[in-house]
């Protein structure tokens, strides 16, 4: 495996207001699953064979209980603003807003922004996002957030990465609820995208503002300059890229796509595309893709299956996480410089809002050399041009890591999963100093 390098020379200054931050998500640190609704992963992970190590996001980090001791961490981190979500299975148990009333109230006591996000993939057991109902559902949840967060609150997310929760989820079968629908997933996406657009109109009734969204993105490399790796690499863009950007930033489908989905798709469009205060986008690799292959192949422990317009591909020589995903920072450049060319002036302020890798062990230079380059690279993008107000890491603490279980740890804080202490890594001391070395003037 290769490995990264860090560097002694200090990160160049970001501009002053830029915001620095770490997330989590809801059911991958909260536990307690006994005080709230079952969400769609619940049923999911009770399946034998549905997670790597078997395990669940029962008790995770314990965060419910231990939220004081996670908000003296994120104090201690000295980050700006603290990206969470909100469990939308929590909020439908009784008292369930209570836990984010006292979560909010010690963030802003800590001097700590909080951040929401209204759904990063645990959907309520029972809903479905193949229903258009569940659009109009989830903007009534918004507004029930809205009416008891508000006066706190003055940053919200709508949506965590609806193309991995359509893909993973819906097309694929590897992630929550487990279906593999392929294309006929679409009206998972457009619902999804819908769910949008009608939160952020509750969220702007209820008086809330700075509104965004936080969609997956990252280049798609051909694996050659064949034309039909060309092609394929193209059209893996656009399911990545466009499917989710064009219709919040442009109003529109990209070509083709729109007659393939459901209901008024015109007068939807009006409604996904409200504007956003700004635009975040969660990075973490390219990807490579080539031509159609006759059989199916396994990619970062998921099937692709035969059949499809591409076949993924590995990106040769850069160094790799434990995830096995490339490290590769200069195309954080990339992915930024071509949202500012492709939108133009319909692209909002950009945030960052997931960056990161998993790596093992306390001493976490990899992490450090990894989150050093990006930040490089992020910084070359705002010399570039591109209007980039802020960037979170992902994440706090190690936590529940979806299909992978407790296998993958992305945190700049170690959880032992058995005892729940909480040990920061080197990366957490040298994120610290770094937002430190930040402000000075």
Excluded at 361 to 389: M, S
């Amino acid at each position: 495996m290769i490995r990264a390098m860090a560097t002694t020379n200090p990160v160049p200054r970001f501009p002053d207001g830029f915001l620095w931050g770490v997330s989590t998500s809801a059911h991958q640190i909260e536990g307690a699953v006994d005080t709230r609704e079952p969400s769609v992963w619940d049923v999911f992970t009770a399946e034998p064979g549905r997670v790597r190590d078997g395990s669940t996001a029962a008790v995770a980090c314990d965060h419910v209980h231990r939220h004081a001791e996670d908000v003296a961490l994120l104090a201690g981190l000295g980050v700006d603003a603290y990206r969470f979500s909100v469990s939308w299975p929590r909020v439908r148990a009784e008292g369930g807003l209570d836990f984010y009333d006292r979560l909010v109230d010690e963030l802003c006591a800590a001097g700590v922004r909080p951040v929401p996000t209204l759904f990063h993939w645990d959907l309520p057991a029972g809903l479905d996002w193949l229903e258009r109902s569940t659009a109009e559902r989830f903007a009534e949840y918004a507004a029930e957030v809205a009416g008891r967060l508000g006066d706190r609150v003055q940053k919200w997310i709508t949506l965590n990465e609806p193309a991995e929760h359509t893909l993973l989820g819906h097309a694929l079968g590897v992630h929550a609820p487990g279906r593999k629908l392929l294309f006929d997933a679409l009206p998972v996406a457009h619902h999804q995208l819908l769910a949008h657009g009608l939160a952020v109109r509750a969220l702007r009734a209820a008086g809330a503002g700075d509104i965004g969204i936080a969609n997956s993105h990252g280049p798609a490399w051909p694996a050659s300059r064949e034309e039909a790796d060309v092609a394929a690499a193209d059209f893996y863009d656009l399911l990545l890229n466009r499917l989710f950007a064009d219709p919040l930033l442009l109003g529109r489908y990209p070509e083709d796509v729109g007659e393939l989905m459901p209901g008024d798709v015109g007068a939807d469009l009006e409604v996904i595309a409200e504007p956003l205060d700004w635009y975040g986008i969660n990075y973490y690799a390219p990807t490579g893709v080539g031509a159609p292959r006759d059989t199916g192949t396994d990619f970062g422990g998921v099937r692709i299956p035969a059949g499809l317009p591409f076949s993924l591909r590995e990106i040769e020589g850069h160094p790799v996480t434990d995830f096995g995903w490339p490290v590769v920072p200069q195309a954080l450049t990339e992915i930024l410089t071509t949202f500012r060319a492709r939108y133009g002036d319909r692209l909002p302020p950009v945030v960052i809002t997931e960056n990161g890798c998993a790596y093992e062990g306390l001493d976490d230079r990899d992490r450090i050399a990894y989150l050093d380059g990006h930040l490089r690279a992020l910084h070359r993008a705002v010399e570039a041009g591109v209007d980039v107000r802020g960037y979170f890491v992902w994440s706090l603490m190690d936590n529940f890591e979806w299909a992978e279980g407790y296998s993958r740890r992305f945190g700049l804080v170690h959880v032992d999963f058995g005892t729940q202490e909480r040990t920061p890594k080197a990366s957490y001391a040298w994120f610290r100093d770094l937002l430190r070395e930040q402000r000075r003037a």
